[in-house]
Structure formats: structure tokens, C-alpha cells
């Protein structure tokens, strides 16, 4: 998870940066750069056909068509992320990935798009971060409150049935 923390950080920076145009400050900035050397020292990504399906990994949902794929993360590097679950995404299907960590109480949400996929017992899904990540505290709602589990919109509201 730590890991994770670290590349969703990265992420950010240099989407706001590269893709958005967003203006960093000087803290952001250098940031960034500290990111940046840190990134390019790290290990090439593990080809799929390289990822041991049996390993266990973190638990996380994908967004799928109208509802949610379990799975679990089992690779992860700058580049791109590798899912087990027991059904596959077709490669270009945009979908996003939501990581929950409750030692540290917090929760991710990375956009990414499905580059390969693997159909065997676990499926591999191939992911490659594409638009702005989030990171954000883990609340638990109050008794009878609904929250979406992916933090879009605020919390608090109630169901009606």
C-alpha cells in the first residue's frame, strides 16, 4: 500500500502538470521532481505473462459496466497496474480502480484504461493509469447514510427507498 501511496502521489503531480496544465507550486514542483528521479530508478513493469495469478495482492473494485469486478492488485509500477479477478475487461474499456487501506484510513481512486488482459483462473487485467487519481480519507458512513464506494460525491445522504 505504501507503494501505492507513492505512485498515486506521482500521478497526480504530473497529470496536473503534463495533461491538465495545472500551475504546481514551488513545494509541488520539486516535489515532482524528487518523484521523478525516484521513478526512474525503479524496476521496468513485469509483463503480464510474467505475474504469478496465484500470489496473493490487495484487494480493490473495478468500475464494470453497471456494476463492480472484485479483484486483487498483484503488480504495480509507474506505468501500469495488474489486476486478478475472476472476469476480464476487454483491452481500451475505461474503468476505475478503488484501493481502500484501512490500517492508514485511507482510499484510492485511479482512472485507467484496460491495456491487456489474460483469460485464465484468476483473469489478469493490465492497467494503465490514465486521468487524475485521488487520494482521500477512509470515513465509515453513519448507521442508515449512504456513500458511494468509489468517494464520488459527499457523504451523509440518506437513501430513500
Known sequence: MEELDFLVRF?????????LGMPLTKQERFELLSLLQLVAAD??????DGIDPARRGVPVQLTAGSGFLCGELKDLSSESLVVGAVASLPPGHRTILYAADAVTGVEYTIPCIVACSREDEPCLIGLTPDGLPSRSPYTIPVFGMWRSPLGIGRAGHRVQA
Open 11 to 19: 500521478w497526480e503531480l504530473r497529470i496536473r502538470y503534463e495533461t
Open 43 to 48: 524496476r521496468e513493469p513485469t509483463p503480464i
